[in-house]
T-cell receptor
Framework: QKEVEQNSGPLSVPEGAIASLNCTYS??????FFWYRQYSGKSPELIMS????GDKEDGRFTAQLNKASQYVSLLIRDSQPSDSATYLC????????????????FGQGTILTVHP | NAGVMQNPRHLVRRRGQEARLRCSPM?????VYWYRQLPEEGLKFMVY????????ESGMPKERFSAEFPKEGPSILRIQQVVRGDSAAYFC???????????FGPGTRLLVL
């Protein structure tokens, strides 16, 4: 059973701080990783994807991937109250042929609260 | 370019009735996925379909649940003889190809009385 684990929340940070969200995965062969944001009562919204080891930056968001440690993280700089949401880490599964396809396994999510 | 469309957005059924949830993928997308989110739980994969084919239904409950994605028209998730435990948000996602990014629809909130 492939698993995706996220650090338990809720995570509370003051406005302007850096929020750090972590995720580990069990399938060493995983090649791609996604971070989704889900506001309460809404659908998941893709905010970052990462495929290579290292950092990937997009505005205030930075995804970090370490395949050797099977670890992916999301940093949110200059956190805003509007960033308050549940953040979901997702990893595609592999089929029998060893190629990845889009069925996603999600972590339980980390609830982030940014307080003024 | 319209996003993933789902209808209805809210659906109320009494125990024993049938629920039909519809999903129209993004234009040009031929891969559809259904996920379920039970209250206070994470998103769980249910089924993966391409036009006229079920690729993976490993997450579907063995009874009462079925899905299709016909050559023409939306994908349908059908739940027969609903029970209170079926109350959840059902999300559809679509992708251009099987390894591409998935984009989610707004979901259907099913409430079983």
């Amino acid at each position: 059973q492939k698993e995706v684990e996220q650090n338990s929340g809720p995570l509370s940070v003051p406005e302007g701080a850096i929020a750090s969200l972590n995720c580990t995965y069990s399938d060493r062969g995983s090649q791609s990783f996604f971070w989704y944001r889900q506001y309460s009562g809404k659908s998941p919204e893709l905010i970052m994807s990462i495929y290579s080891n290292g950092d990937k930056e997009d505005g205030r968001f930075t995804a970090q991937l370490n395949k050797a440690s099977q670890y992916v993280s999301l940093l949110i700089r200059d956190s805003q109250p509007s960033d308050s949401a549940t953040y979901l880490c997702a990893v595609p599964n592999f089929n029998a042929g060893g190629t990845s396809y889009g069925k996603l396994t999600f972590g339980q999510g980390t609830i982030l609260t940014v307080h003024p | 370019n319209a996003g993933v469309m789902q209808n209805p957005r809210h659906l109320v059924r009494r125990r024993g009735q049938e629920a039909r949830l519809r999903c129209s993928p993004m234009k040009g997308h031929s891969h559809v996925y259904w996920y379920r989110q039970l209250p206070e739980e994470g998103l769980k994969f249910m089924v993966y379909l391409q036009k006229e084919n079920i690729i993976d239904e490993s997450g579907m409950p063995k009874e009462r649940f079925s899905a299709e994605f016909p050559k023409e028209g939306p994908s349908i998730l059908r739940i027969q003889q609903v029970v209170r435990g079926d109350s959840a948000a059902y999300f559809c996602a679509s992708s251009l190809g099987g390894t591409e990014t998935q984009y989610f629809g707004p979901g259907t909130r099913l409430l079983v009385l």
